[in-house]
């Protein structure tokens, strides 16, 4: 069965570092084709995919976003961690991280998300 | 990146009653496409991958078809589980950019 689970501040201040951190079981992270993504939803609005990582070590990010995303893996400890720097009241949002089984799946795998808001 | 929509973006309609989706890509994703359900505060879940393979578990009254740069999703006979908002997509290319999503409430 696979599981994965958000962890992180609930509240941060504007211009901090987000810390995000994917725990995960049921998969390895060292299996070929597998890779775990972070997607976000402000509240009340639409899906947006931020970052994935893949066994390999591929990592892809959102143009957009890129200059503040950081995604790392552990895979000793089934752990995908996302780093967001500078970040403001925009950033609020339901943050998820989600599986995909091979490079060319979408993510079949959700956990069940993290609300963050950021406020001073 | 890839830009998607979808249409319409809310729509109501009463149990049993046959509902499509339209869900179109900036430029041509093959048939990279899929469909997510997602319920009030709960993660979005997949209902259908490479535009029309209905994902395990997933109830057989949903359908999805298209390629290119066109897409549907079809619930044939609504049920009250169904009322949701769905999304679509592309998994074509980086970004793996989603659809502004379609709400579906009771008429």
């Known amino acids: 069965q696979i599981t994965l689970k958000e962890s992180g501040p609930t509240l941060v201040k504007p211009t901090q570092t987000l810390t995000l951190t994917c725990t995960f079981s049921?998969?390895?992270?060292?299996?070929?084709?597998?890779?775990v993504g972070w997607i976000r939803q402000p509240p009340g609005k639409a899906l947006e995919w931020l970052a994935l990582?893949?066994?390999?070590?591929?990592?892809r990010y959102s143009p957009s976003l890129k200059s503040r995303l950081t995604i790392t893996k552990d895979t000793s400890k089934n752990q995908v961690v996302l780093t967001m720097t500078n970040m403001d009241p925009v950033d609020t949002a339901t943050y998820y991280c989600?599986?995909?089984?091979?490079?060319?799946?979408?993510?079949?795998?959700w956990g069940q998300g993290t609300l963050v808001t950021v406020s001073s | 990146a890839i830009r998607m929509t979808q249409s319409p973006s809310s729509l109501s309609a009463s149990t049993g009653d046959r509902v499509t989706i339209t869900c179109r890509a900036s430029?041509?994703?093959?048939?990279?496409l899929a469909w997510y359900q997602q319920k009030p505060g709960k993660a979005p879940k997949l209902l259908i991958y490479?535009?029309?393979t209905l994902q395990s578990g997933v109830p057989s009254r949903f359908s999805g078809s298209g390629s290119g740069t066109d897409f549907t999703l079809t619930i044939s006979c609504l049920q009250s589980e169904d009322f949701a908002t769905y999304y679509c997509?592309?998994?074509?290319?980086?970004?793996?950019?989603f659809g502004p999503g379609t709400k579906v409430d009771i008429k």
């Open positions: 049921g998969f390895s992270l060292s299996t070929s084709g597998v890779g």
């Open positions: 490479a535009a029309s």
């Open positions: 990582i893949y066994w390999d070590d591929d990592k």
């Open positions: 997509q592309q998994y074509y290319s980086y970004p793996r950019t």
């Open positions: 989600a599986q995909q089984t091979t490079v060319v799946t979408p993510f079949g795998y």
């Open positions: 430029q041509g994703i093959s048939s990279y």
